[in-house]
Structure formats: C-alpha cells, structure tokens
C-alpha cells in the first residue's frame, strides 16, 4: 500500500468520525487506567458495566485501596481474569500512592512498571489521558492493519512500529481509535462488512464480502 492510499484511508475515517474517542467510560486519567487494565480479554461494554458501579464508591487510587483487593472483586467478577485483575489494580494504586503521589505517572517506563500494565496498556492510557500521538494496538487494529494491508506485521509491535512510521502525522493522534472502532464494527473478525465499509476500495483484502441478495 503506498502513502497517498494510507492518507486516504485516514481522510475518509476523519471524514465519518471528526473527534473519536475511547468507549471505555471514566472521568481521570486514573479512570482510564484503571479500566484499560481491565478491559483485557473483555469487552469495552462488560468493563463499563462493572466500572459504573466501582467508580462512584471507589474511584480514585486511595479509595480502591481503602476497598481492599477481596472487596474490589465483588465489583469486577463479571469481568474475565478477575482475580488477577484485581490484584494488579490493588497493587498498582500502592504503588502510584508511594512513588506517584497518588497521580498515573505520564511517561512509558512508569506506566509499563506497573502490575498489569504491558505496552498497550501504556500507550491507550498516553494517547487518550495526555494526548500524545501512540497507538495501542489491540487485536482490531492488530487485525484491520494486516488485513487492509495498512501495516501488516506478524506481531502486535511489528504492527504498532509500522503504524507509527506509516500514519501520516496529521492522522496519528486519532489512529488509534479510528482504527478500533473500525475493526470493532466494520471490519470484524468472523466476517467484516465489506458492503458497509468506507474504505472498501482502498482495502487490499482479497476475500472481501458481498451484500446479500
């Protein structure tokens, strides 16, 4: 895929969705997150539901921490990987209280020495919470870059190394959720909606589906 194919693919996905943002619902960079930690292996909707019921009674690191790792259970079981969820949440807030000063620290070693907290994580919680032009590569962007042709790679860091060279700069702070939202909807894992699809011309997936009928 060459660079004026790239640049069109993010004109049109600007076009469509001018100011994209983040489904996970949350009020602090904490917030973010936290629910981004828990948001792994679960959907941004299951995390929501459990968050809109965490967050009002325990919604900053010392309050989560004053709930205790058995009582912040009882508010994520819903989620997949609780148990361990719970200990890296509980074990994270310890953590920005001693060395942070309660605050998520906004640097990529910081973050990443979190428990919990891998690369992706790292860079959902940079881009959204302090604006800066990363991209967290989940498995729909992981998935959309191959299949499109956009960034191919055969691993999650191949894929976000690629996109980071690749994204025209004007396009590379919104990236991220464009092609989330994208993948999440349009170009879906089983079988993506290529009728529906935006940038259906400009995708080099071959198997591309038709509309019925």
Known sequence: MNAATRADIFRRLREANPKPVTELEYA????????????AQATDVGVNK?????????GTPQAILALGEQQLKKYISTIGLYNAKAKNVIATCAILIDR????VP????ALEALPGVGR?????VLNTAFGEATIGVDTHIFRVANRTGLAPGKTVRAVEDKLQKLV?????????????????????ARK?????????????????????G
């Open 28 to 39: 602090t960079p904490f917030q973010l997150l936290i629910a981004v930690m828990l948001s």
């Open 50 to 58: 459990a968050t809109r019921r965490l967050f009002p009674v325990a």
């Open 100 to 103: 942070h000063g309660g605050s």
């Open 106 to 109: 906004r640097t990529r070693d």
């Open 120 to 124: 992706k994580t790292a860079n959902v």
């Open 168 to 188: 025209p700069v004007e396009f590379r702070q919104d990236a991220h959720h464009w092609l989330i939202l994208h993948g999440r909807y349009v170009c879906k």
């Open 192 to 212: 993506p909606d290529c009728p529906q699809c935006i940038i259906r011309d400009l995708c080099e997936y071959r198997h591309k589906t038709v509309a019925p």
